[in-house]
């Protein structure tokens, strides 16, 4: 799965060469506000309507999608958010509206759907830098570091996602959260290779106080398999893991691990959906 090729300006875990930066400055600003929902009877107009998790993630997706430009090269997230982004820029390639699009899909499911709609395929191998991506996330903390992965897809989208020019977010408000790590029930994925993963998972334990380790498990009871035939555990912390980049230093210095799901510093654009409305975090230039 590892492509041989590699953007000039980018190392592999750049963030494990610095400190960990300070929360980068973001500016907030309201898009637009939810769309008008029409009531099918009377008795339906007196009683407020609360947007689903589904509308308000299509929401965002549809906003992401207004930054597609044609000609772009774009790289195609996974999941229930990322779905719909797809969905969009089908649409516009059909309509015309969109030319010369080239997906970079972050997942075998994403690569069949894309397909489905017409959208071209690649891969890194041929377009080793990517104009855009855009993707969804399970975390998004105040500095726009990320969660994500608890899909299944983390490596390639993190391959991909750190190969591009711009990483556009896009999540419905649940997903805020105050540290990385710190949602209740909700673990922290990680990507090892099946042999000893009982092993690597111990040493995975034993990196932070209080922390379980699960395996994976897919919906036949068998080990959950990524596209990439390895195992996902899944990480439940029982306290603040502190400086992520350390947090994540220690964890790619474990033999077996292949990947994990925390996305420092990659996010350029955050696209939040809520009740009241988009909202649209930037990072801050350097």
């Known amino acids: 799965m590892a492509s041989a090729i590699s ?5 592999q875990h750049p963030h494990l060469l610095r400190p960990s930066p300070p929360p980068p400055e973001t500016t907030t600003t309201s898009m637009i506000e939810p769309p008008p ?4 009877s009377s008795s339906e107009t007196s009683t407020p309507h609360h947007l689903t998790q589904d509308e308000l993630k299509k929401m965002a997706a549809y906003k992401a999608v207004e930054l597609v430009k044609s000609g772009m ?7 229930s958010t990322s779905y719909y982004a797809v969905n969009r ?4 390639l059909k309509n015309g509206t969109l030319k010369n699009i080239i997906g970079i899909p972050t997942s075998l499911k994403t690569k069949q ?8 395929i ?3 191998d041929s377009h080793p830098v990517l104009d855009l991506s855009i993707d969804g996330a399970d975390e998004v903390d105040p500095g726009l570091n990320l969660v994500k992965g608890r899909g299944g897809s983390l490596l390639r989208e993190k391959m991909i996602e750190g ?8 999540v419905d408000e649940t997903k805020l959260v105050e540290k990385l790590g710190s949602s209740t029930g ?9 042999f000893c993963w009982g092993y690597t998972a111990e040493c995975l334990k034993r990196l932070f106080n209080g922390c379980e380790v699960k395996l994976r498990i897919g919906g036949d009871g068998k080990p959950f398999k990524t596209d990439n035939e390895n195992y996902i555990v899944e990480m439940y912390f029982g306290e603040d893991i502190g400086d992520l980049n350390v947090a994540s230093d220690k964890m790619h210095r474990i033999v077996g691990v292949v990947e994990h799901g925390m996305f420092i510093d990659m996010a350029t654009t955050v696209i939040v959906a809520g009740e009241r409305g988009i909202t649209v975090k930037h990072k801050a230039s350097s």
């Open 7 to 11: 953007p000039p300006h980018q190392q």
């Open 186 to 194: 909700l673990a922290m994925p990680v990507e090892v290779v099946p």
């Open 89 to 92: 820029i089908g649409e516009l």
């Open 37 to 40: 929902i029409s009531s099918s």
């Open 113 to 120: 759907q894309a397909i489905s709609l017409g959208i071209p």
């Open 122 to 124: 690649s891969d890194l």
């Open 163 to 170: 190969a591009s020019k711009k990483l556009v977010v896009i």
């Open 73 to 79: 090269i774009l790289g195609l997230g996974t999941g």
